[in-house]
């Protein structure tokens, strides 16, 4: 039972190079969302896709882009990376109020900009 | 707006303590709420939740109450182990408008053996 599974999970970059974060559910989620996690910042909401074909920005969108490619994939992607964007990221899904709205994980990437 | 505060960490303590994390929050109508636990290294999972007011959810020895009056959802546990350290996240899903998850900053609680 995969859930949602993200990769890579441990990236190192240098400024200015870009890269892709890779997501995939395998829930039949119509909701996909990317977060940030830093050290005493708690969660922050970078994207989100409410269902295929639609993306809208979250609280901190700028350095960013995503791609809802299909129900199933959410990527996102750093075109130009910098050290502020050193952090672990998540990807997680959710169903609809049937399923109460939980939120669905996963482990996580580490992203560290040198 | 819709809003989630929760107490500051980290909170230490000892083995088979009981445990209160307090959770209030700020949403018009009815939101859904949530406490969700992230172990170290490895992203948030759902520990459990309330869905109308009153309703007690209930896990792994946790349990918290959905309280209208006061827009409180504190988490409790009686007994403590080291194995329940980890940083815990209250949570609401609104009932109107928005339909994002808000989060709150995060407690995170260590347990000494």
């Known amino acids: 039972n995969a859930g949602v599974t993200q990769t890579p999970k441990f990236q190192v970059l240098k400024t200015g190079q870009s890269m892709t974060l890779q997501c995939a559910q395998d829930?039949?989620?119509?909701?996909m969302y990317w977060y940030r996690q830093d050290p005493g910042m708690g969660l922050r909401l970078i994207y989100y896709s409410a269902s295929e074909g639609t993306t809208d920005k979250g609280e901190v969108p700028n350095g960013y882009n995503v791609s809802r490619l299909n129900k199933r994939e959410f990527s996102l992607r750093l075109e130009s990376a910098a050290p502020s964007q050193t952090s672990v990221y998540f990807c997680?899904?959710?169903?609809?109020?049937?399923?109460?709205?939980?939120?669905?994980f996963g482990e996580g990437s580490w992203l560290t900009v040198v | 707006g819709n809003s989630v505060t929760q107490m500051e960490g980290p909170v230490t303590l000892s083995e088979e303590a009981f445990l209160t994390i307090n959770c209030t929050y700020t949403a018009t109508g009815y939101p859904s709420l949530f406490w969700y636990v992230q172990y170290p290294g490895e992203g948030l999972q759902l520990l459990l939740k309330?869905?109308?007011?009153?309703d007690k959810g209930s896990n792994k020895g946790f349990e918290a109450t959905y309280r209208k009056e006061t827009t409180s959802f504190h988490l409790e546990k009686g007994s403590v182990q080291v194995s329940d350290s980890a940083v815990y996240f209250c949570?609401?899903?609104?009932?109107?408008?928005?339909?994002?998850?808000?989060f709150g900053a995060g407690t995170r609680l260590f347990v000494k053996a």
């Open positions: 829930m039949n989620h119509n909701s």
């Open positions: 997680a899904s959710s169903g609809t109020a049937n399923s109460g709205n939980t939120i669905y």
């Open positions: 949570a609401l899903y609104p009932s109107t408008g928005g339909f994002k998850t808000i």
């Open positions: 309330a869905t109308k007011a009153d």
